[in-house]
């Protein structure tokens, strides 16, 4: 299937049978990649007296639970409702999900005793170009980031004036392939967060934040159409499915 549309007075060809998916999918394994301290999720079949909802163990059909946390267990999508006292769903408020998106890749520069990206380098990889949704790609970008155990890892983060930045460039989904955009450990601050959604001003509802997306190394910098996909949870975040599909002039 291939489609023609028009993103800024720009016309470009979609071929919607080349999606490039940037999630990664939940298992019940070690092997799926965890943060925040907890557990690997758990998927297993419903089991009521001796009967076990398994074709394997004899049932017609399967019939599993799933436990797992959207923050924690994989690729999702939160909206300001994750930091804010007033509950808000990411379900209720991401009421569109096609955006003309940007790919960049930022290398972590030092900080104190952290790794972190500043606005310069963001300034540099984003140019002129002001797209709906910002995908950053960080380095090193190795597959283990897809089965990664995250806890206490300190991992590198955008310092708040990035996440500025991006707010006055009127970018509206951040996505990238790290469990926070903020420090692991920073006392509560969420600089970050609170500045891209700014908490302070006028409150970005229609705003997301996607983190724990894979972008692989086949996924060049540039221009894309993203497909935001989200799980219909009534809920600050949801497990969800960024598909990039590439833009052709």
């Known amino acids: 299937m291939r489609a023609k549309i028009t993103i800024n007075s720009q016309d470009y060809t979609v071929d919607f049978t080349k999606p490039l998916d940037l999630s990664i999918p939940i298992v019940s394994s070690a092997k799926n990649p965890v943060a925040w301290y907890l557990d690997a999720p758990n998927i297993e079949p419903v089991k009521v ?5 398994a074709v394997a163990q004899g049932s017609v059909v399967n019939f599993n639970n799933v ?3 959207p923050h924690a267990h994989g690729t999702h999508t939160e909206c300001a409702g994750h930091i804010t006292e007033k509950i808000y769903s990411v379900n209720e408020h991401l009421k569109t999900f096609m955006f003309s998106a940007e790919v960049i890749t930022l290398v972590p520069e030092s900080y104190a005793d952290d790794l ?6 963001a300034q ?6 002001r797209p709906e949704a910002i995908v950053i790609r960080t380095l090193p970008n190795t597959a283990s980031k897809k089965s990664r155990n995250w806890s206490h890892t300190n991992w590198p983060y955008l310092l708040e004036e990035v996440a500025v930045f991006f707010r006055e460039c009127g970018i509206k989904h951040l996505l990238i392939d790290l469990p ?3 420090r692991e450990s920073d006392d509560g601050v969420l600089a970050s967060h609170n500045a891209f959604w700014d908490t302070k001003g006028k409150l970005r509802l229609d705003a997301t934040i996607t983190e724990m997306i894979f972008v692989p190394h086949t996924v060049k910098d540039g221009s894309y ?6 799980a219909s949870f009534e809920n600050d975040a949801s497990p969800s499915k960024p598909v990039l599909y590439a833009l052709e002039s």
Do not use: M, P, R, Y
């Open 225 to 230: 159409l993203l497909n935001l996909q989200i």
């Open 67 to 69: 436990q797992f946390n």
């Open 49 to 53: 007296g001796k009967w076990v909802a």
């Open 180 to 182: 926070s955009i903020d």
């Open 124 to 129: 540099k990889a984003l140019g002129a170009k």
């Open 116 to 121: 972190v990206f500043t606005k310069k380098q």
